[in-house]
């Protein structure tokens, strides 16, 4: 009898043990499936990042975009080169910017509609683009070219719509090809004019002039503001994060 509940006992504990094991197995093979469910997500996601970057990246001469936006924008606005708003508007702001600079473009997007539908358009500041190479030497060509259409009156549709189209800093998107496209598409009318204008030594030396500036008043990336009014000790730099800070700036220059 005693033999009996031995043999019994140890049966038990074997399939104890086997019912442990078993279990460890289904866990392991569970955690191993979830795992694999996990990699399978993320590479998911990776692949959809990395389709939906290359087909907003910009930088395309055959696909411009938002010309018609950007028309809208600045619709009725005066502009004298890369001036934007009335010339007898008692404060300017003077923005330092590489067309290049990815944080231009965002502010250019999402902030300074916001100041140009404002006091801009109200008569009350202007605004004038001042070209500040940091990138590399393919903003200079691209700064002489906004210059350019800025002589014809379409400089404030050349910089914005270079933002809206613009690509991957530094991949070599800004191509004669590029610049032509932007140009055309800002409705700038004699090509011709505005090739020989922005290949010319005044204005590749006035971008240069500009980047010197915005280094004298201390500023050492972009986008950068400075102002100018009133109440102002000549061109004051100011720090802005939002178009908060510029209305509030323009308030306090008046």
Not at 186 to 209: F, H, M, P, Y
Request: contains cysteine.
């Amino acid at each position: 009898m005693s033999n009996q509940r031995e043999r019994e006992k140890r049966r038990e504990a074997r399939l104890q043990e086997e019912s442990q094991v078993e279990g460890q197995d289904r866990r392991k093979k569970l955690l191993q499936a979830g795992a694999a469910a996990i990699f399978l997500a993320i590479i998911a996601v990776a692949v959809l990042i990395v389709v939906s970057a290359s087909s907003s990246d910009g930088g395309d001469a055959e696909n411009i975009k938002d010309a018609a936006v950007v028309d809208q924008e600045l619709s009725g606005i005066p502009q004298d080169g890369l001036v934007l708003g009335d010339p007898n508007a008692p404060v300017e702001i003077v923005e330092f910017g590489d067309l290049q600079c990815p944080i231009c473009k965002g502010f250019s997007e999402e902030q300074l509609p916001q100041v140009i539908q404002g006091p801009i358009a109200e008569g009350r500041a202007r605004i004038a683009f001042h070209n500040f190479i940091v990138i590399n030497e393919e903003s200079e060509p691209a700064g002489a070219a906004a210059l350019a259409a800025g002589a014809q009156g379409r400089g404030w549709n050349y910089v914005d719509l270079f933002y809206r189209n613009q690509g991957v800093e530094r991949s070599g998107y800004v191509t004669e090809e590029f610049l032509t496209a932007i140009a055309e598409s800002a409705g700038v009318k004699d090509i011709a004019q505005w090739n020989k204008d922005r290949k010319s030594t005044k204005l590749t030396a006035e971008v240069k002039e500009t980047s010197e500036e915005a280094r004298q008043l201390g500023f050492g990336g972009t986008p950068s503001f400075a102002i100018r009014g009133p109440q102002t000790n000549g061109l004051e730099p100011i720090e802005v994060l939002d178009a908060r800070d510029l209305e509030a700036a323009i308030e306090a220059a008046s």
